[in-house]
């Protein structure tokens, strides 16, 4: 199974700052990365699918980067609405699987 | 606008089988691949595993001995059963449409709590 491991697992972070969270898996995927927001309580949200397309109707504040084994996922300026649990998911090979999560939160 | 909603008991006994739906609205089944994925609580997401409205499936190595997925195009709907449960399998089951090959998971359903508990 390839494991994909985000950093940090916990970010502090204040209204306008700008914000990158990593994604690293343990063997190669090309660009089949996708990002999620989760809220409490709620589904998961696509962010970005193709480590750096932007899903229809997500801000353009959100943006993804990456290949092969390292990805990011970067707000460019955190908003109110923004703060949630962020998963990263890989769709290169069988079993999917996803990151450990990365929780934003006000400071 | 596209929507799942999953359905069943919100109880399950251990050793017994889950039962789940998720019915599609809105966009024929036909043609997209549709998964599975829980989340036990205050963890994070397991894909479950993934059915293509032909039926052909995927599952997770993890559970697979334990995991049937299964497809009803006529009425527009998908089904997950996992036998033997134990406490464990205690988790919100969340269904989702795959919006293409290798592009993510783009429509959720709400999630539904699956308990399991004598």
């Known amino acids: 199974d390839i494991q994909l491991t985000q950093s940090p697992s916990f970010l502090s972070a204040s209204v306008g700052d700008r914000v990158t969270i990593t994604c690293r898996a343990s063997?190669?995927?090309?660009?089949?990365l996708a990002w999620y927001q989760q809220k409490p309580g709620k589904a998961p949200k696509l962010l970005i699918y193709?480590?750096?397309s932007l899903q229809s109707g997500v801000p353009s504040r959100f943006s993804g980067g990456g290949s092969g084994t390292e990805f990011t996922l970067t707000i460019s300026s955190l908003q109110p609405e923004d703060f949630a649990t962020y998963y990263c998911?890989?769709?290169?090979?069988?079993?999917?699987?996803f990151g450990g999560g990365t929780k934003v939160e006000i400071k | 606008q596209v929507q799942l909603q999953e359905s069943g008991p919100g109880l399950v006994k251990p050793s017994e089988t889950l039962s789940l739906t998720c019915t599609v609205s809105?966009?024929?089944?036909?043609?997209?691949?549709w998964s599975w994925i829980r989340q036990a609580p205050g963890k994070g997401l397991e894909w479950i595993g993934y059915?293509?409205?032909?039926?052909?499936?995927n599952y997770n190595p993890s559970l697979k001995s334990r995991v049937t997925i299964s497809v009803d195009t006529s009425k527009n709907h998908f089904s997950l059963n996992l036998s033997s449960v134990t406490a464990a399998d205690t988790a919100v089951y969340y269904c989702?449409?795959?919006?293409?090959?290798?592009?993510?998971?783009?429509?959720w359903g709400q999630g539904t709590t699956v308990t399991v508990s004598s």
């Open positions: 989702a449409r795959v919006s293409g090959a290798g592009s993510g998971m783009d429509v």
């Open positions: 809105a966009v024929s089944i036909s043609g997209y691949y």
């Open positions: 059915i293509y409205y032909s039926g052909s499936t």
């Open positions: 063997q190669g995927i090309s660009s089949f």
């Open positions: 193709a480590a750096s």
């Open positions: 998911q890989q769709l290169n090979s069988y079993p999917l699987t």
